[in-house]
């Protein structure tokens, strides 16, 4: 019985090396669009498959495919915006926030504005309109990936909303599209 686990084991490892040179760019390039920086998401990708190299080892193997791999990467990018939120919960101020009733901002942004002026929110707010509007999460499933209560979530994305706004407005309007 111990054979067939290290067999099992041992075949679940060379899969996922197998996978990893079809895999490793498209886990970097999910991270990439999502992080502030190319290193950040270099170490990203770096962790996503050192953790699946021990979910391969730790347990039965999963089905080692790229979308399990995503998954790990999603994980580990949610990961990284809570450690960022709590190294800058001291330095961030929030001061009381329009009712979400009142938000009814409704333009087309610009792709590239829009990435530069989220590149400059704080993880926790970049994070969680990442996953709602980039990735289509629902709020349950954002607040999850948080460690948040979807109440929470709720008010973190209206600030977050309303963080962007600010942000993406205060850019030059000829950089933004009408």
């Known amino acids: ?21 079809h895999a490793v760019g ?12 190319a290193t950040t998401a270099e170490e990203l990708t770096s962790e996503t498959f050192l953790a699946a190299a021990d979910a391969v080892v730790r347990r039965p193997p999963p089905d ?7 998954g790990i990467a999603r994980h580990k990018l949610a990961d990284h915006w809570r450690r960022r939120e709590r190294e800058q919960r001291l330095l961030v ?12 901002w409704d333009v087309e942004l610009d792709r590239i504005t829009a990435h530069e002026a ?13 996953l709602r509007y980039v ?24 600030r977050a909303r309303a963080a962007f706004r600010t942000v993406y407005e205060a850019r030059p309007a000829d950089r933004r599209t009408p």
């Open 64 to 70: 080692l495919t790229v979308a399990w791999l995503i």
């Open 26 to 37: 498209e886990v970097y390039g999910y991270l990439a669009r999502r992080c502030e920086s």
């Open 1 to 21: 019985m111990t054979e067939t686990m290290s067999d099992s084991g041992a075949d679940a490892r060379r899969r996922l090396i197998e996978l990893y040179d």
């Open 118 to 130: 989220l590149a400059e929110l704080g993880p926790y707010h970049r994070g969680a309109l990442t």
């Open 93 to 104: 101020a929030v001061d009381a926030e329009p009712d979400a009733s009142d938000d009814t």
């Open 135 to 158: 990735d289509g999460l629902p709020v349950r499933e954002v607040a999850a990936h948080l460690g948040r209560t979807e109440k929470a979530t709720e008010v973190l994305l209206v």
